[in-house]
């Protein structure tokens, strides 16, 4: 089980993921590419692809979690 990941980095990317849902992919590229955020996930030892692979996974299942409680909402 991969460490958990230090919480300036999960603070950092998440202040800078855009509100705007429809660009989200284009975004997490740019951040993760981008060379500060990178310093600082190798200062803490954190693997890019399994970061990567964890957001998605958190935004699928939110994007789910959304559409239920979309289904579910009283006139």
């Given at each position: 089980?991969?460490?958990?990941?230090?919480?300036?980095?999960v603070?950092?990317?998440?202040?800078?993921l855009?509100?705007?849902?429809?660009?989200?992919?284009?975004?997490?590229?740019?951040?993760?590419?981008?060379?500060?955020?990178?310093?600082?996930?190798?200062?803490?030892?954190v693997?890019p692809g399994e970061?990567?692979?964890m957001?998605r996974?958190v935004?699928?299942?939110l994007?789910?979690?959304?559409?239920?409680?979309?289904d579910?909402e009283p006139d």
């Open positions: 089980m991969p460490a958990p990941l230090p919480q300036l980095v603070l950092a990317i998440l202040a800078l855009p509100m705007n849902h429809s660009c989200r992919e284009a975004i997490l590229k740019e951040i993760l590419s981008d060379p500060v955020v990178q310093a600082v996930m190798e200062a803490d030892g693997d970061l990567e692979a957001l996974q935004a699928l299942r994007s789910i979690a959304r559409r239920r409680s979309e579910f």
